[in-house]
């Protein structure tokens, strides 16, 4: 059974937080292991990132223990993904977290954590690299990298935007480009899949 989880900006909102513990049983999260996935956050140069300490504040806030929150970049070394009840894929960089994947082969690794029943919660660039593209964070991530091509993982069939609430004009302007699903993700919300 998958269970993907998107978010901008984390799990937050209440209501939110109990469609999420239908998945996860409440009681138990403590005893859960997370993967905690930074490597996007890499890709942002010279910018506060003072957003990741509230994330990951709002992964404790779940009730996930601390000990049990293992912090990883692709490409550090290998892993047994296999032994976390849950990935966490941290926002950042989209096209940085994107070749960091397509390097390591971690495409592969992500679509059978997710078929194999691991929960994947994605925050920003972590729901956007889900779609089938990731072309449409191109007005708000750095290129640096120089990518050419923008397709996602396509876990997800259509175009995935974080930080929908504060993007309107460009939402409106997307619509009318494509004929694809658009799946909009607001900073207090997300989608449970």
Known sequence: ???????????????????FYRIINKKEIKDKKVLYITTAADGEID???????????TIL????EEKNIYEYKIGEKEININKFDVIYMMGGNTFYLMD???KYNFDKIIKNT???GIIYIGSSA?????G????YAL????????????????LIDGIIIPHANRKEDFINKVKEEISESIYLLYDENGIII
């Not at 059974?1 to 469609?19: A, P, Q, R, V």
């Not at 910018?47 to 504040?57: A, G, N, P, T, V």
């Not at 806030?61 to 996930?64: D, Y």
């Open 1 to 19: 059974m998958k269970n993907i989880i998107l978010t901008s900006c984390g799990i937050i909102d209440e209501e939110f937080k109990n469609n």
């Open 61 to 64: 806030n779940l009730g996930f």
């Open 139 to 154: 007005p708000f991530d750095k290129n640096d990298i120089g990518m050419k091509d923008f397709t996602g993982l396509k």
């Open 126 to 130: 972590g729901s956007e690299i889900l």
């Open 100 to 102: 960091m994947i397509r």
């Open 47 to 57: 910018c506060d990132k003072s957003w990741m300490d509230d994330e990951y504040k």
């Open 132 to 135: 089938n593209s990731i072309k």
């Open 114 to 116: 997710i078929n194999n």
